[in-house]
């Protein structure tokens, strides 16, 4: 059996707008993010996303991402289209 960890990442946030991309400690929030999923056992981690920003970040350090549909009303809806 193989296991998909998918991590949402929305951009456009009402509380903290560009939230995945925020600095912390010279590196995105994202990035923390996704660095500390790899070191887990899952099979693959992708970051699913609507923002070309986003994908663009998570491309430059090397992370595995997809690429969803803008009008989901949350990281589970986001989490579907990528399963």
Same mark, same amino acid.
């Given at each position: 059996m193989k296991?998909?960890?998918v991590i949402p990442a929305r951009y456009e946030s009402?509380?903290?707008?560009?939230?995945?991309?925020?600095?912390i400690c010279g590196h995105t929030m994202i990035?923390?993010?996704?660095?500390?999923? /790899?070191?887990s056992n899952l099979d693959? &981690?992708? /970051?699913a996303t609507d923002s070309k920003? &986003?994908?663009d970040e998570v491309l430059s350090f090397g992370g595995d991402v997809i690429m969803t549909d803008a009008n989901h009303l949350n990281g589970t809806s986001r989490i579907?289209?990528?399963c």
């Open positions: 296991f998909l960890g009402t509380r903290l707008p560009r939230k995945p991309l925020k600095d990035e923390w993010v996704y660095k500390r999923a /790899i070191k693959r &981690v992708v /970051i920003e &986003v994908f579907a289209e990528v």
